[in-house]
């Protein structure tokens, strides 16, 4: 008899499975507030452009339960399990824990998706966005630009999904290029203001790994140097 396939290799067998390991797992889990850094399980946490989905699945693995993140990414589910090495287990985190895993979700057009229209969060984070590599290399004018049209783009449409008194958390290089991307300006642009900047260690989100997201060595990771995360709010 024939295997029906469930997304990639997967057998629909093994989906069933899979969805009943989840089910025993999420039972067993204690319900109380757990934290991790800036955030914690009692927030509603949206994160967006997630890659491999390894950021999120740090906070479902310290929270040990996921029901109040929603990851997002703008690949498709085919992508990210062919391009990613470990992204199959960090989305397997995410759902056992009832975290809920989007795709093709456009950072720019939050507002606009089904599934998302009518949530509100506490925190929506955006990690190292980027506009993709474009020629003449980050440094260029075009560049700079385009990733500033791009987080421009994101406070406008994350404002739409966000609580009175949530925040809006982007992290990002401090050194040249990026220092020219002007965060603070896109962001009083759509009545939000910066409350606090800290600094960024990957070490603090255990089993995070920052990937390049594009081109040829997409799922290599780089040197992230300084960064800081960048907390913004409307009140």
Same mark, same amino acid.
């Given at each position: 008899m024939e295997k029906l396939v469930y997304g990639g290799n997967v057998t629909f067998y093994e989906e069933l499975l899979r969805l009943e390991e989840a089910s025993v797992l999420f039972q067993r889990q204690p319900m109380v507030e757990r934290r991790l850094m800036h955030y914690s399980s009692s927030q509603s946490i949206l994160l967006v452009g997630e890659g491999n989905f390894s950021f999120s699945s740090a906070l479902a693995t310290a929270?040990?339960?996921?029901?109040?993140?929603?990851a997002t990414t703008l690949d498709s589910k085919e992508k990210v399990l062919r391009v990613y090495d470990t992204a199959r287990s960090s989305i397997w985190n995410l759902e056992s824990r009832r975290g !809920?895993? !989007?795709?093709?979700?456009?950072?720019?057009? !939050?507002?606009?998706?089904g599934k998302l229209r009518a949530s509100q969060f506490d925190r929506i984070v955006f990690n190292l966005?980027?506009?993709?590599?474009?020629?003449?290399?980050?440094?260029?004018?075009?560049?700079?630009?385009k990733n500033n049209e791009l987080v421009s783009m994101f406070f406008k449409s994350a404002t739409e999904m966000l609580r009175l008194c949530g925040e809006i958390h982007v992290t990002n290089?401090?050194?040249p290029p990026y220092k020219k991307w002007t965060l603070e300006g896109e962001a009083e642009k759509y009545g939000l203001y910066l409350k606090e900047s800290v600094s960024f260690q990957k070490t603090d989100y255990p089993g995070y790994m920052n990937k390049r997201g594009s081109g040829r060595k997409i799922n290599r990771t780089f040197r992230l140097g300084e960064c800081k995360t960048y907390m913004f709010s409307m009140v």
């Open positions: 929270f040990e339960c996921a029901q109040n993140i929603v !809920l895993v !989007l795709y093709e979700v456009d950072a720019t057009r !939050l507002h606009q998706i966005p980027h506009a993709g590599f474009i020629g003449g290399g980050e440094c260029s004018k075009e560049a700079i630009k290089k401090v050194g």
